[in-house]
């Protein structure tokens, strides 16, 4: 199934930055992928946050605490770095749905080992996508947002190491 994208919108103004207009349009592209997916499993982690339950329930409702506040922090500097770069950021459900490669929350709550699962496939999901906005920022010798996409990078696999833990017997 094909998503529309809403077109990102460049600044009427030149920018002279040292990367070119098609360089700096591919990686806003990128990154508003990635917020896309960020502000998805950041929507995510606080919905599990406020729904789960069982013998875990305050671990998890914790963990999960620590986690969506990180992800709600880190989506103004994926937006600030799109805004640098000269494009519009997309902020609204349709142009992060559109965007994002991770599925929306499952309408009934699941159980708290699902949700682990769940929140694993997701930060590797924006993993993923952070490998893909840090190619074409280093192809472009775009060092912020290379610099940025090494930041996203160890917090994910970090948390997704993290998660799966949780989840061995």
């Known amino acids: 199934m094909s998503k529309k994208q809403p077109a990102l919108h460049a600044s009427p103004s030149p920018i002279h930055i040292g990367i070119s207009d098609k360089d700096r349009a591919k990686i806003a ?4 992928k990635l917020l896309a997916d960020t502000y998805t499993l950041y929507l995510t982690t606080h919905n599990f946050h406020w729904n789960v339950t069982g013998p875990m329930f305050n671990t998890l409702h914790l963990m999960f605490m620590g986690q969506y506040t990180e992800l709600w922090n880190a989506v103004d500097p994926i937006a ?5 770069l000269g494009f519009s950021v997309p902020g609204s459900y349709q142009g ?8 929306d929350v499952p309408a009934t709550p699941p159980k708290a080992q699902d949700m682990i699962s769940i929140l694993v496939k997701g930060h590797e999901a924006v993993a993923k996508t952070a490998r893909e906005v840090f190619s074409a920022a280093d192809a472009a010798n775009d060092q912020p947002t290379a610099d940025l996409m090494t930041q996203r990078l160890d917090v994910h696999e970090k948390t997704a190491w993290m998660l799966r833990s949780m989840l061995e017997s």
């Open 29 to 32: 592209e990128h990154l508003a």
């Open 80 to 84: 600030e770095r799109i805004r640098a």
């Open 96 to 103: 992060f749905g559109s965007r994002t490669s991770l599925d």
